[in-house]
């Protein structure tokens, strides 16, 4: 699936879902999922920046 579609999607994952329809749904919950934890880390990240450029100007 990573190969042809760009989505990682566990095996076991495979097989839980009884039709096509229903593996879309849960990779694009995975996706929108993993495009959310990557904003955030990206915001804490920032954030961090910013803390230790104020740190460093006082």
């Known amino acids: 699936m990573h190969k042809e ?3 990682e999607f566990p095996l076991r994952d495979v097989f839980r879902y009884s039709t096509v329809e229903e593996m879309a749904a ?8 993993r495009s959310r934890l990557f904003r955030l880390q990206n915001l804490a990240s920032i954030i961090r920046s910013l803390l230790l ?3 460093s100007i006082s």
Do not use: F
Request: charged share 30%; aromatic share 0%.
């Open 5 to 7: 579609l760009g989505v």
């Open 53 to 55: 450029r104020n740190v």
């Open 26 to 33: 849960a990779m694009e919950r995975l996706e929108i999922g």
